[in-house]
């Protein structure tokens, strides 16, 4: 005949109910109830705005699940956030891949409800800036591109108004729309001067230097003789 064994000597687990498992270490994103919407888009370039993105940083979890989902497609770049309009550039191999495959594995796996390509007319100032800015950045890595890194606009854009100036100055009264060869020239230069102070400031700089060392050197071959 069993005997019951004393309560002390009972296991204290034997009659307490399961315990839940641990909940896994990597947890799905939570849903966002908004697409992932394209704004601008250039080969290696993509700008898109999510409305959750608002306000939050790289650290906050929609953020975060997004950026991660990025980072595992490879031929990514970089991720660049602007928490003010609620967008993000994302900079992208396009050798490596397609746009379309990299907003499609950020949308699922960072927990949007797909793809959109923005089609709003309206847009505030922020945002016009912002395009604006886009457009002017496609642009110089194309250039950059053409020439091998040997120059971007801050250097095309002046060698441009300086050869109008050239062509206003030939046809002189037979310009036409072309503006007057002086102006154009003024604002190549002053465009050049411009974009490329620090460099005029850094030679300006040692040119001092050298005439100061210089007349140092004056001084004490006066006295030497």
Known sequence: MRRNLPAELKDPTADAAPRESAPESEELPKLVDEPLRLVHHHPGYLRVRVAAFLGQDDAS?????????????????????NPKTGSVVIQYDPGAVEPDDLLKHIAKNGG???????????VNR???????????EGINR???????????????TPVALAAVS????????????????????YHS?????????????????????????????EKLDDRTE
């Open 126 to 136: 922020q945002e016009l800036v912002s395009n604006f800015l886009d457009t002017v």
């Open 142 to 156: 194309a250039v950059d591109r053409l020439t091998g890194g040997r120059a971007d606009l801050r250097e095309i």
């Open 166 to 185: 050239v062509v206003s100055f030939i046809l002189d009264q037979n310009r036409g729309r072309l503006p007057e060869w002086s102006g154009a020239l």
């Open 61 to 81: 979890p929609v953020v975060t699940a997004a950026r991660s989902a990025a980072e595992a497609v490879p031929g990514f770049r970089s991720w660049t956030l």
């Open 112 to 122: 949007f409800r797909g793809v959109e390509i923005a089609t709003r007319t309206k």
């Open 189 to 217: 230069y002053r465009i050049f001067m411009h974009w490329h102070r620090p460099e005029v400031r850094t030679r300006e700089r040692i040119g001092r230097q050298e005439d100061e060392q210089g007349s140092q050197v």
